[in-house]
């Protein structure tokens, strides 16, 4: 059934997983994921991603993920780079929208996402709305005070922007970053004071973590085992995603876990089915580790 992410943050207790997708491989482990946990589960398509599948195979994706998905999903725009990309993902029956101002100045941040907010209640059209607030990228293993202060979110003005925009949920920078590469020699600390401050400040208003892959040092390490070369790889520790959960974090965004384990069972396919030239085979064996790393994710988060 297709929900908003307001519907399903609302109806849902603990943290909902939200896994990027582009493909069929990666839309039948999510959904198959999903239905195993009897969890809702959103679904989160790029800009590039949709560039990707194109808009026919999207659209026909978008179809069969609902006949397979026995459970609530939202389909939601990840980093949507203008209200134009907002509108298109509306119009092909998103049912959420990132609105990505946060590499702008804070007051065109809010005008651009108070734009989309307005466009969805004039048109009365069920969709959510998520913003960002702070930067997320390349963060040191000590970053300073004030270096936080100068990307982290914070809190007050956290409160302005929720209050101005009327979001429905709001991406917080606090210490993740995208990719395999969240720190340099270990795992970022993230900075859950600050979180807690951002929760009390913006009354309930659901938090959302990007960049919150943990990096599995298993499927690196079968990566580099058959030919690939991933150095200094550090995610997100799960005491810190538990913490976060605890403290007003609703949505959950993984992308790199998914790839990781795509690129691990796909390498070690390849090298172990070398006389095979049945792609079906290797492709299956992608999806089902991707749908075993969605399980482990789904089931970290359901906690409050
Ligand atoms: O936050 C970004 C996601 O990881 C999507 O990345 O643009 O390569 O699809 P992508
Ligand atoms: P990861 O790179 O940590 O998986 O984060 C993905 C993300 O935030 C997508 O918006
Ligand atoms: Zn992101």
Known sequence: MLSTTKEIFSSTRGAIAAFNWYNMETAKAISTAANECKRPVILQISESGIRYMGIPCLKGMMSAILEITKVPVAFHLDHGSSIESC??????????VMIDKSHEQLEKN???????????????????????????????????????????????????FAEETGIDSLAVAIG????????????????IERLIEIHKNTQGLPLVLHGASGVSHDDINICNMYGAKIENAFGITDDDIRAAIQHGVKKINIDTDLRIGYMAALRKGL?????????????????????????EKIKLFDCN
């Open 176 to 191: 993740t970053s995208h990719g395999a590469h969240k720190g340099k020699t270990k795992s970022p600390k993230l900075d």
């Open 110 to 160: 809010i005008e651009y996402t108070k734009q989309v907010v307005d466009y969805i209640k004039k048109h009365n059209i069920n969709t959510s709305v998520e913003a960002e607030l702070g930067t997320l990228a390349g963060i040191e293993d000590d970053i300073n005070v004030d270096e936080k202060d100068a990307v982290y979110t914070n809190p007050d003005v956290a409160k302005r």
């Open 271 to 295: 090298h172990e089915n070398n006389s095979s030239i049945d792609v079906r085979k290797l492709l299956t064996m992608s999806s089902d580790r991707m749908r075993e790393v969605a399980v």
């Open 87 to 96: 509108i298109q993902a509306i119009s092909l029956g998103f049912s959420s």
